[in-house]
């Protein structure tokens, strides 16, 4: 085999594990891969199918998402069931532990807002901000959350 040949592999191997439209940032989501332009992590979105939501409604209630964002995400899924698994899996505990971890940010459903906003909770996002669909690192959101701007 040629050194040309084995590069060729390698790339190819290499961007087997790529999926577009999806990008993980160890200062945004923990480092979770997330649809890019958001903090939306692929297994939020996987977990909500499982759990019956349509795409229709995924699309409704996460309105910076794109029907192509859900195509990516399942395509990661695919390539990353382990991965995806252990961070569903991850939450899961976690939310047993603390019985609820929230962010500040696109993880939370569009109705959700609307329904805390409905019973008079200071709610504010980072599509309120302008910041939506920009991958805001963690540090950023936790200064929004402290009453600071990202």
């Given at each position: 085999?040629?050194?040309?040949?084995?590069?060729?592999?390698?790339?190819?191997r290499d961007l087997g594990d790529a999926v577009p439209g999806i990008e993980s940032n160890t200062d945004v989501c923990g480092g979770s891969p997330c649809i890019v332009?958001?903090?939306?992590?692929?297994?939020?979105?996987?977990?909500?199918?499982?759990?019956?939501?349509?795409?229709?409604?995924?699309?409704?209630?996460?309105?910076?998402?794109?029907?192509?964002?859900?195509?990516?995400?399942?395509?990661?899924?695919?390539?990353?069931?382990?991965?995806?698994?252990?961070?569903?899996?991850?939450?899961?505990?976690?939310?047993?532990?603390?019985?609820?971890?929230?962010?500040?940010?696109?993880?939370?459903?569009?109705?959700?807002?609307?329904?805390?906003?409905?019973?008079?909770?200071?709610?504010?996002?980072?599509?309120?901000?302008?910041?939506?669909?920009?991958?805001?690192?963690?540090?950023?959101?936790?200064?929004?959350?402290?009453?600071?701007?990202?």
């Amino acid at each position: 085999m040629t050194v040309l040949q084995q590069s060729i592999q390698w790339i190819v191997r290499d961007l087997g594990d790529a999926v577009p439209g999806i990008e993980s940032n160890t200062d945004v989501c923990g480092g979770s891969p997330c649809i890019v332009r958001t903090r939306i992590p692929v297994w939020v979105l996987e977990q909500g199918k499982r759990l019956g939501t349509s795409e229709a409604d995924l699309l409704r209630c996460y309105p910076s998402l794109r029907a192509e964002d859900l195509t990516n995400a399942w395509a990661y899924v695919r390539t990353h069931r382990a991965e995806i698994e252990q961070q569903i899996r991850e939450n899961e505990e976690d939310s047993i532990k603390n019985m609820a971890k929230l962010y500040g940010d696109e993880n939370f459903p569009l109705p959700v807002v609307d329904e805390l906003r409905r019973l008079e909770h200071d709610v504010i996002t980072l599509q309120d901000t302008g910041k939506g669909e920009q991958g805001v690192s963690d540090e950023a959101v936790l200064a929004l959350q402290k009453g600071g701007r990202c």
